[in-house]
C-alpha cells in the first residue's frame, strides 16, 4: 500500500494520488511493458486530471492509444483527450479502430463538450 494515499500500489486510488503529486511516477507505470492490460487502463484514465501533463507524460498516454488491448485503447483515450496532439488520432480511431467499443468511445470523446467552467477532466 501506497503510505501517502493508502491506496493499494494498483488501484485507482493510488494512480489519482500519482496524479496529482508525481506524475512523472504515472509516466513510469504508462510505459512500463509488464503492466497488466487493468493496471494501464486505471492508469491512463486519470492523466486527464494532471493540470499540466508533461511532455513525457503525454507520450507515454498517446502511445497507449495503439496499445493491443481495446480496453487500455478505451482507457487512453479518456486519458489523453484533452491532449491536443491526440486529437487527430483519436478522431481516426473513431472510425477506424478494429473495436466498436474503442469506435464509440472515440466518438464520444471527440464531441462532447465540457461544461461551461468545469475544471478540466471533471464533471460538474
Known sequence: ????????????????????DDPDALA???????????????????????????????????ALLSHPEAVV???????????????AVIERMATNDPSAAVRDVAREATTRDAPDGAEKGRTT
Open 1 to 20: 500500500r501506497c503510505t501517502t494515499c493508502g491506496g493499494a500500489f494498483n488501484s485507482e486510488r493510488h494512480y489519482e494520488h500519482l496524479a496529482g
Open 28 to 62: 513510469v507505470i504508462l510505459r512500463d511493458p509488464t503492466a497488466r492490460p487493468s493496471d494501464l487502463t486505471f492508469a491512463v484514465e486519470v492523466v486527464n486530471r494532471v493540470a499540466s501533463p508533461s511532455a513525457e507524460l503525454r507520450a507515454a498516454a498517446i
Open 73 to 87: 485503447r478505451e482507457g487512453a483515450i479518456m486519458g489523453a483527450v484533452d491532449i491536443p496532439e491526440a486529437r
